[in-house]
T-cell receptor
Framework: NAGVTQTPKFQVLKTGQSMTLQCAQDMNHNSMYWYRQDPGMGLRLIYYSASEGTTDKGEVPNGYNVSRLNKREFSLRLESAAPSQTSVYFC???????????FGPGTRLTVL | DAKTTQPTSMDCAEGRAANLPCNHSTISGNEYVYWYRQIHSQGPQYIIHGLKNNETNEMASLIITEDRKSSTLILPHATLRDTAVYYCIVRENEKLTFGTGTRLTIIP
């Protein structure tokens, strides 16, 4: 049972490049989340998916798109990366509304 | 949204109890208080949560005041591995809103 896994662990992009961050969970959780964390700051919610087939915007969705591919996987796409998107990105999942969230190890993204 | 206020940083001697306060004066009746911590740059780790009763688990205790406007996380016997940023969060629906937390340093 690996929990929540994220790939890649590190990524460097140039401004304007695109990429997809992958997240998978093997806990049969219904809800999945994407957060970003800037230096010295708390986590901010980008998008979430309460169940397979649904996605909703969080606090900072601009510049991102998401896909809930199936129950296990929830990807985050940057279509045209900007330096302001340099951050650490965390994926999380939760079984039901009343349960706690479990977080992945993070993806450290630098946009030059 | 219910917001939380925490001290920026705290120190605690190893082996002592660490008491981390949190103010959430605008909390509504059905909102839970959650505590997470983040060690170094790892993903946040769940510690404990509660609604109005005090809670205890293998990691910590959570004391919530009767008016629910504040709470205290207690790590009963702090170790060096408890050095981390601790986040007090009031949950709103699907969303966890993280503040900047308290940086707890355990002193040998």
């Amino acid at each position: 049972n690996a929990g929540v896994t994220q790939t890649p662990k590190f990524q460097v992009l140039k401004t304007g490049q695109s990429m997809t961050l992958q997240c998978a969970q093997d806990m049969n959780h219904n809800s999945m989340y994407w957060y970003r964390q800037d230096p010295g700051m708390g986590l901010r919610l980008i998008y979430y998916s309460a169940s397979e087939g649904t996605t909703d915007k969080g606090e900072v969705p601009n510049g991102y798109n998401v896909s809930r591919l199936n129950k296990r996987e929830f990807s985050l796409r940057l279509e045209s990366a900007a330096p302001s998107q340099t951050s650490v990105y965390f994926c999380a999942s939760r079984r039901t509304f009343t349960d706690t969230q479990y977080f992945g190890p993070g993806t450290r993204l630098t946009v030059l | 949204d219910a917001k939380t206020t925490q001290p920026t940083s705290m120190d605690c001697a190893e082996g002592r109890a660490a008491n981390l306060p949190c103010n959430h004066s605008t909390i509504s009746g059905n909102e839970y208080v959650y505590w997470y911590r983040q060690i170094h740059s790892q993903g946040p780790q769940y510690i404990i949560h509660g609604l109005k009763n005090n809670e205890t688990n293998e990691m910590a205790s959570l004391i919530i005041t009767e008016d629910r406007k504040s709470s205290t996380l207690i790590l009963p016997h702090a170790t060096l591995r408890d050095t981390a940023v601790y986040y007090c969060i009031v949950r709103e629906n699907e969303k966890l809103t993280f503040g900047t937390g308290t940086r707890l340093t355990i002193i040998p």
